[in-house]
């Protein structure tokens, strides 16, 4: 059986602000922390000490708040509850929530009680609480703050706090919130109906999930938002109050006569009322998910929007690139990207043959429009639509006369060779370059075997790789020193070769070679 919290153990702070220096007032809020005091110490309700309810009116800081809620928890033993009336706040960027104080200005959300503050003071280290309750009845303070998600379901995700019991107002507007000539406003004027009548055939005393769903039917009643509740653990099970409607409370009449119902009569209604409370809650699940679905709907649609205006672009691109003649005027040169970029097939396919990645160097061969024609690192040869932003290889190196020549691309090397054809401070990279360009020269530059030509006899000093001879860069054969092969053509700075197995193919790098 639920027990009830012991009130001489017990501490409740009741934070409530009713006049705005930026915001609209809200003038129940004053009595609703008059009229929660006064039900929370009545000795048939609950009957806290007054001593142990403190009341916080218009607090314009938020230690004000926090350090007596830090406080009151360490003086606790029993349960703490926390209970806030005002404007509810989001953050636009974050939509965090956060509690509207006396100066608070919606556009600077500093001048707010941030709501994970509150949370950690409930959760401070020091506190002797074994149990907690935490009351919200505020609303987003107009339409322009009420965020993506509504107001119900996303404080109650935000404020849950471990062990704890929280309840909390859906209202999303300030009429929802207070309404016109009532007393209360409108979450709260239920729940202190509920603690001062009582429940009619409910249990004695009253738990907090019994508490929710009394409040969730009466607000259901009269068509407005309906509340929220999250707990954790047993924090459900949590009692404040004593049902005054219960067989000799003494504080109210014979719930058999009262209303002229008998009692199966009244446990029927009962059962009724339950069954129309879970109908509204699950009513509003599907409210929430339908949101979901339609938030995700138009996320898609944003997104294949995006999609198809870029293949539109890539699709206008490629086809000014091959509609383009070569730029004659275009010197090779090295470069890289600064964020991966596709290379399509100069077929019009919008299907990229590799996609080039940052950090690694590539071989610009020409220009067709705006667009490149480049060799990726494999050798395929294919065209670069978006050349912004990349970064150009540059070379520099001293020459003969001991001044320094810088070169971008593919430039005359022949009065830095030695006797073998070998630049004596050639990197790797540029050896690289100067190997596919030989080959491209080879296959691709329409060089003619030189007339007249004697074959002859050769070894490489280390491994070589031949390559085929349509261009594509792929390797047939493995030369290996310590073995002659037969040069039979010169195809520019390459020689075709005869390897062992009979095949031909090109030796792009000849230089060191020993001739027979």
Not at 216 to 231: E, K, T, V
Not at 297 to 316: D, I, K, P, S
Not at 409 to 420: C, F, H, I, M, P
């Amino acid at each position: 059986m639920v027990a009830l919290s012991d009130p001489a153990s017990s501490q409740a702070v009741l934070v409530g602000v009713h006049e705005y220096a930026v915001l609209e007032d809200l003038p129940a809020v004053a009595n609703n922390l008059r009229g929660l005091r006064e039900v929370l110490t009545e000795p048939t309700v609950w009957g806290l000490p007054e001593d142990s309810c403190t009341v916080i009116e218009q607090p314009s800081r938020t230690d004000q708040v926090l350090d007596v809620v830090r406080e009151k928890g360490r003086l606790a033993e029993d349960t703490l509850l926390v209970y806030y009336a005002g404007h509810g706040l989001t953050d636009p960027h974050t939509d965090e929530l956060y509690l509207a104080l006396t100066h608070s200005d919606p556009e600077r959300e500093y001048t707010s009680l941030r709501y994970e503050y509150l949370r950690r003071a409930v959760l401070d280290l020091g506190a002797r609480a074994r149990r907690t309750v935490v009351i919200l009845d505020c609303c987003y303070s107009g339409r322009a703050l009420l965020g993506r998600m509504s107001a119900s379901a996303h404080i109650a995700d935000q404020a849950a706090v471990e062990g704890t019991c929280l309840l909390t107002a859906s209202a999303e507007t300030r009429p929802a919130l207070s309404p016109p000539g009532e007393t209360y406003t409108a979450f709260t004027g239920e729940l202190i109906g509920v603690l001062r009548d009582g429940i009619a055939q409910g249990p004695d005393p009253v738990d907090m999930d019994t508490l929710y769903r009394q409040v969730h039917r009466r607000l259901a009643a009269r068509s407005r938002p309906l509340p929220q509740q999250r707990s954790r653990n047993t924090g459900g099970l949590i009692a404040i109050a004593r049902n005054r409607s219960a067989p000799g409370s003494g504080g109210g009449a014979d719930p058999e006569t009262a209303d002229g119902t008998t009692p199966d009569e009244a446990a029927r209604q009962q059962e009724a009322a339950e069954r129309l409370a879970e109908m509204e809650e699950r009513e509003e699940r599907l409210r929430r998910e339908a949101e979901e679905l339609r938030r995700e709907a138009e996320e898609l649609r944003r997104a294949a929007e995006t999609r198809l205006e870029r293949m539109l672009q890539t699709v206008g691109r490629l086809a000014k690139a091959i509609a383009a003649s070569p730029d004659p005027a275009f010197q090779p040169k090295w470069f890289a990207v600064p964020v991966p970029r596709p290379l399509f097939g100069e077929d019009g396919s919008l299907e990229p043959l590799s996609e080039l990645q940052p950090g690694v160097w590539y071989l610009a061969l020409g220009r067709r429009g705006d667009a490149w024609t480049a060799a990726d690192s494999d050798g395929t040869r294919g065209l670069l639509l978006d050349t912004s932003g990349v970064q150009i290889g540059t070379d520099t190196r001293q020459s003969d006369t001991g001044q320094s020549t810088t070169q971008q691309g593919v430039s005359d090397r022949k009065g830095l060779a030695d006797e073998n054809g070998a630049d004596p401070v050639e990197t790797g990279q540029e050896r690289a370059l100067r190997n596919l360009w030989s080959a491209l020269s080879a296959v691709g530059g329409g060089t003619r075997p030189e007339s007249p030509y004697d074959p002859f006899w050769f070894a490489v000093p280390v491994p070589r790789p031949v390559r085929s001879e349509d261009g594509s860069g792929r390797i047939v054969a493995k030369l290996m020193p310590g073995v002659w092969y037969l040069a039979l053509e010169q195809r520019g700075d390459s020689i075709l070769v005869r390897t062992e197995d009979g095949n031909s193919g090109l030796l792009l790098d000849t230089t060191g070679i020993e001739r027979g």
